[in-house]
């Protein structure tokens, strides 16, 4: 399941998927040269050297490589992870955590009204004169 969004890695080092850890070196060192700044003085240089510096990279550490391949570009941004991200609030969850805290408030309302006209009325002496 690879994704073809974004960059490939591969091809900006003009290498297969099934390139060796030495051959990923010998392509990076080859395109470090062709496009390096300072050997090259295209006005995009710079900027392709940054991506094979981005390629070799996410190629040559082998976690990064594993995720790379099965998620692409996408899957090293979230870590790999097909799981959401719950420690931020997204915007699918927001009407789920309305719903939940108008549930909470209404609940609490709803107590606190059952507390008020359950409350034991004082038989004290406030203003009972049906003894004069």
Do not use: W
Not at 93 to 122: E, I, N, R, S
């Amino acid at each position: 399941m690879l994704f073809t969004m974004g960059k490939n890695y591969y091809e900006i080092l003009g290498i297969t998927k099934s390139a060796t850890n030495d051959e990923i070196k010998k392509a990076y060192k080859r395109m470090a040269l062709k496009y390096h700044p300072d050997k090259n003085d295209h006005p995009q240089a710079a900027e392709a050297f940054q991506e094979v510096a981005a390629a070799f990279e996410i190629l040559s550490n082998k976690e990064k490589r594993e995720i790379y391949d099965n998620y692409g570009e996408e899957g090293l941004k979230s870590n790999g992870s097909d799981q959401p991200n719950y420690g931020q609030t997204s915007s699918d969850m927001l009407p789920f955590m309305c719903a939940v805290g108008g549930t909470v408030l209404f609940a609490f309302a709803a107590f606190k009204t059952f507390q008020f006209f359950t409350k034991k009325k004082d038989t004290g002496d406030d203003n009972d004169s049906s003894s004069e």
